[in-house]
């Protein structure tokens, strides 16, 4: 069975992400958090788990307590009892993730010049991508719902043209 390219994968992911962002925008940034503190929580289960679980073996001295796997546990309850403090950081991350996200894709397409024809349409997309980001990383205060609903509306644009893109670049 064929495998999907990472570039599909990734597209359809900000598809989704972008079309959750710009239908409830109120709702996802809470909810984005506090998925972001579960993502903290489950590893850090798992680390103390192991720890706690290990089966001891006698002359082998005792593993560290692992401290990474209860500050993980520690920060992410942080994220779900409180997500309304972190929301404000979270403003300036997606802000980094559209800049990069824009760059990736400029870069990409001057990649891409090397085997096949890009037109100047392909990188009109991108770009607004790019200060999208920038105006996000400039004003994260002002209102969270529409930047998120900005963020929403170019990630998702971010999906489609990175879907186009692979189709169209796939074969060379």
């Known amino acids: 069975m064929k495998s999907l390219n990472s570039s599909a994968i990734r597209s359809a992911f900000a598809i989704l992400?972008?079309?959750i962002l710009i239908l409830w925008p109120e709702v996802a940034v809470t909810y984005l958090v506090i998925s972001i503190g579960v993502c903290f929580i489950i590893p850090g289960?798992?680390?103390?788990?192991?720890?706690?679980?290990?089966?001891?073996?006698?002359?082998?001295?005792?593993?560290?307590?692992?401290?990474?796997g209860a500050g993980s546990i520690l920060f992410g309850a942080c994220l779900v009892?409180?997500?309304q403090f972190f929301v404000n950081?979270?403003?300036?991350?997606?802000?980094?993730?559209?800049?990069?996200?824009?760059?990736?894709?400029?870069y990409s397409l001057i990649i891409a010049r090397k085997w096949s024809i890009v037109p100047l349409?392909?990188?009109i997309i991108p770009t607004l991508i790019l200060i999208t980001g920038i105006m996000i990383l400039a004003y994260p205060f002002s209102a969270a719902t529409q930047t998120f609903t900005i963020f929403g509306?170019?990630?998702?644009?971010?999906?489609?043209?990175?879907?186009?893109?692979?189709?169209k670049f796939r074969q060379k």
């Open 17 to 19: 992400l972008g079309l």
């Open 45 to 68: 289960i798992f680390s103390l788990l192991a720890y706690f679980t290990r089966k001891r073996i006698e002359g082998e001295p005792d593993p560290i307590f692992p401290i990474d």
């Open 81 to 83: 009892l409180m997500p």
């Open 89 to 106: 950081f979270l403003m300036y991350i997606l802000g980094f993730v559209l800049l990069i996200a824009g760059i990736q894709q400029v």
């Open 121 to 123: 349409g392909f990188y």
């Open 153 to 167: 509306a170019a990630i998702l644009i971010y999906g489609c043209t990175e879907l186009i893109n692979w189709y």
